[in-house]
Every structure is written in C-alpha cells, then in structure tokens.
C-alpha cells in the first residue's frame, strides 16, 4: 500500500506542490490529442516513456501529490479512503499497453518512479525498463549486487535488511553470506546506477518523450524528459495536474491515462492483452530462482551508441558539446549534488539552484 510505504520513509520536509487541481480536456480535444501522438509515435525511432504514480491510480494504488494523494491528505491529517494492498493490484490498462507497444516496437524504454512493481508484473522486460526508486517485489544482495524476484512485498523499506541471504539462480550460485535489502530508495539514497545510465542515455537518445502520470517535481527523474529537447527532441506530456514542464512540451493531455493509452493503442492497431498472471513473474514458483538484475552488458552496449549518437547530433544542431560520456557523469555528479544541498532546513533552496542547473 502506498500510504504504507510513505510511512516507512524517513521525515522529509520537501514534497513538493501538493493538491493542485486536476484540469480535463473535453473529449474532441482528447480524440484529436491522442491522434497526433499516435502519428508521433508511428513516425520515431527511439520512444521513451516516462512513468510515475498517475498510471496506478485506477488499480487502487493512491498517488502522492494529487488532490487525494498520500501526501496531500498526510498535510490535513487525513489517509486514503481507498488503499489497495502492492500483492493485490493487479496492472492496469496503461501498464498492459505499455507492454504490447513494446513488443510491437512502436517504444523503446520505460523509464519509471514507481515503486509498486506493476510494470514488472505486466510482463515487462527488465531490458526495457529502469526503476529508479527501486521495486517492492525486488531483493539485492549486498555482497554480489544481483536482484531477485520476490513473491510478496518486502517487508521494509529504505534499503534495509529483509532477513533473506543470496539464494542464486539456475544457472548461478548464490555467493555465501550475502544478505538481501529491499531496493526501496529513502530521501538520502543515489538513485541505482545502472537503472539511471539507462534513463539517461535513453531519454537523451529519443526522438520523443512521453510523461504518463506524473507531475515531475522528483529530481532528477523529473528532469530526464528534457534531455531530448537540446537535440530537437519532441516532448509530451499526460497528466492531469499542471507539470512543471508544461512550457516545454510540444503536446499536452489532460485526461486519464488509461484512456489516452486505449485510444492511442487502438490507433496504432495495437490489442491491449488482459492481466495474466503467467506473465508476473511474482506468481512463478520457485520465485528464488528468478533474477531481476540488469546485465552489465547492457550498460556498455548502450553507451557505445550514446556516445557516437550525441556525437553526430551535437554536430546536426550545431552545438559545441562536451563528451557524451562526460555529460553522463556530470548529470549523475548533480544529482548526487543535489542530495546533499537538499538536507536541513535550506534543502529547497539548494534543490531549486541545483535543480536548474541539471537543465543547463
């Protein structure tokens, strides 16, 4: 339960813009909306989706800044009225589609803040998806660093011992004494390195960005869908609350995602499967045998082609840019910035300078 895991962070005053109301689109609007960016779609070669707490709503899940959000309601001394349990949800039309237009090519990556696991549990691959808050249905050993599928939520949060040890997997052993922490970030926590690589050379790398369901206000996942913007890039954004990147995107949608994902998919001739849970790999017994780690290889795959893409791109757009590697580390050296400029009681003011400069 989302209020649950809200609970299990450390005290953090910074939250963001909470309770904003939600605007709507009128259904031409909507009709005519989702027409162009399916048209966007058809025509890009490298869609990246980002995804926050918005698309999880209609499976139960509360999101955190919205009129009813965890931590709007936490600021009226209020809970949720409606609070489904991680193992009982179940993934909703957007976590579904989201699957069948990747395996229909039509998206490359998804990038996403949740922590509920839905996308995992929709079938999704690990190759085609960062979580960069960590996974509730995830375990990482501390010794060797693999990830393992669990069958239940972990029983805490902020990366702290769960009382399993490595268990390995059909093709490797575990490694002895390894111990497994949840892979939930607190406040404080980097965000994972591979994870953020991924995001970062992805997000950099498309042609086009879709936001689904959230406001962007977490940095610096808030501000991954701008990379693409410095070289030409196209931006948009599904949400119903304002985002603070609204004045940059080429297209907004104010409706529930569930329905912009449904009419879209049907535009692009693409069936959304039903939830099936011989796709989740949380309902696969043993579930000790099953690994959620992203390959090492995978990183350096991808950044060969990074590195030569921004290359070329910097020299289309004409701009003088250092090394994509260095632009990489320099992004993730403000980040880490970030963290520690955002802790006392002056943290919003170091979050809002640094903050501005991961844009630069």
């Not at 950099?204 to 879709?210: E, G, P, S, Y």
Request: aromatic share 6%.
């Amino acid at each position: 339960m989302s209020c649950n895991y809200a609970e299990g962070l450390s005290d953090y005053k910074h939250k963001g813009v909470l309770g904003v109301p939600e605007v709507f689109d009128d259904e031409e609007a909507i009709n005519e909306k989702c027409d162009q960016l399916a048209k966007w779609i058809q025509g890009s070669k490298h869609v990246v989706v980002h995804t926050g707490a918005g698309i999880s709503t209609s499976a139960g899940i509360p999101d955190f800044r919205g009129p009813n959000g965890v931590w709007t309601l936490e600021k009226r001394g209020e809970k949720p009225t409606v609070n489904v349990a991680f193992d009982e949800a179940i993934p909703t039309a957007t976590h579904m589609g989201l699957k069948a237009l990747v395996e229909a090519g039509h998206i490359k990556y998804v990038v996403s803040q949740n922590i509920d696991g839905l996308h995992m549990r929709s079938g999704l691959q690990r190759k085609n998806l960062a979580e960069l808050h960590g996974n509730m249905f995830i375990e990482q050993c501390l010794k060797c660093r693999r990830q393992y599928v669990r069958a239940t939520p972990a029983p805490t949060v902020g990366k702290k011992l769960t009382g399993d040890v490595c268990r390995g997997t059909k093709n490797s052993r575990a490694c002895r004494g390894g111990n497994l922490i949840d892979n939930i970030l607190d406040w404080e926590h980097d965000l994972p390195e591979s994870d953020l690589d991924l995001s970062f050379m992805h997000s950099t790398l498309a042609d086009l960005n879709i936001c689904l369901g959230t406001t962007l206000q977490i940095v610096p996942s808030g501000n991954l869908p701008l990379r693409n913007k410095r070289y030409g890039g196209r931006l948009v954004i599904c949400n119903l609350q304002p985002t603070k990147h609204d004045k940059k995107a080429d297209l907004i949608i104010s409706t529930y995602v569930d329905t912009i994902l449904q009419n879209v998919a049907k535009k692009l001739g693409v069936e959304i499967p039903a939830y099936t849970p011989d796709l989740d790999p949380t309902k696969e017994k043993p579930t000790t045998s099953l690994e959620w780690t992203i390959p090492t290889d995978e990183v350096k795959a991808l950044d060969k082609i990074y590195a030569k893409t921004v290359k070329e791109l910097a020299k289309t757009k004409k701009k003088t840019a250092s090394s994509a590697r260095d632009e990489k580390e320099e992004f993730k050296f403000k980040a880490k910035k970030l963290k520690k400029d955002t802790s006392g009681e002056g943290g919003r003011e170091g979050e809002i300078k640094v903050e501005n400069e991961l844009n630069d």
